[in-house]
């Protein structure tokens, strides 16, 4: 009896043990795939998971004929502000900027950040007019936004194209050469193009 019981006891930890072992590994893997497609310092999407979703977006889009508007987004001036503050004010910026992005766009559209002081958003089922409203309502709340170690006022500059059949590539191409215009024409500032 004692035999038994201490046999069944065994097996029982083993088991226990085992289920326990098997959910840290799922739990590691589920952090281990979010931290593949996440920015580590703003939380969005990284640069290439942020292209991947755009392109599953525009297959599925293609068949649906629904509109799909794209923003590129740079800071303005943000060297100056890592060369003025420092670094860690700038990474500061960075998330606030972020958190800012993310709080103003729909369940159905993403942000990613798409390099250094670079956003990418992506709004699915959404019209160039509807999209230049989101666009410009995101820029002045950046601009109105205090940072804090930053006494000086932040704004960005975006450039903001509609999908017309077009790649992912020459999609994200026409959204950054209207960024540049935007930089061009004095920044701070939507350019829809």
């Known amino acids: 009896m004692i035999v038994l019981s201490i046999t069944f006891r065994v097996h029982y930890d083993i088991k226990h043990h085992d289920k326990m072992l098997e959910e840290k590994v799922d739990e590691r893997t589920v952090e281990l795939k979010r931290l593949a497609v996440t920015d580590g310092l703003t ?19 293609d068949s649906r004929q629904r509109p799909i508007t794209v923003m590129l987004m740079d800071l303005d001036f943000f060297k100056t502000i890592n060369d003025t503050y420092g670094h860690q004010a700038g990474d500061e910026v960075l998330k606030k900027v972020a958190r800012v992005v993310k709080s103003m766009i729909r369940q159905d559209d993403f942000a990613g950040r798409y390099g250094g002081e670079e956003f990418i958003v992506v709004l699915d089922n959404c019209s160039q007019e509807t999209g230049r409203l989101i666009a410009e309502r995101i820029r002045a709340t950046i601009e ?20 017309h059949g077009e790649s992912v590539v020459a999609l994200v191409k026409k959204s950054d050469e209207l960024l540049y215009q935007a930089k061009r024409d004095g920044r701070n500032r939507v350019v829809v193009g």
């Open 43 to 61: 939380g969005l999407y990284n640069h290439r998971h942020s292209l991947d979703l755009l392109g599953k977006m525009l297959e599925t889009s």
């Open 144 to 163: 109105a936004t205090t940072y804090e170690q930053i006494d000086k006022t932040i704004t960005i500059s975006i450039g903001l194209a509609t999908w």
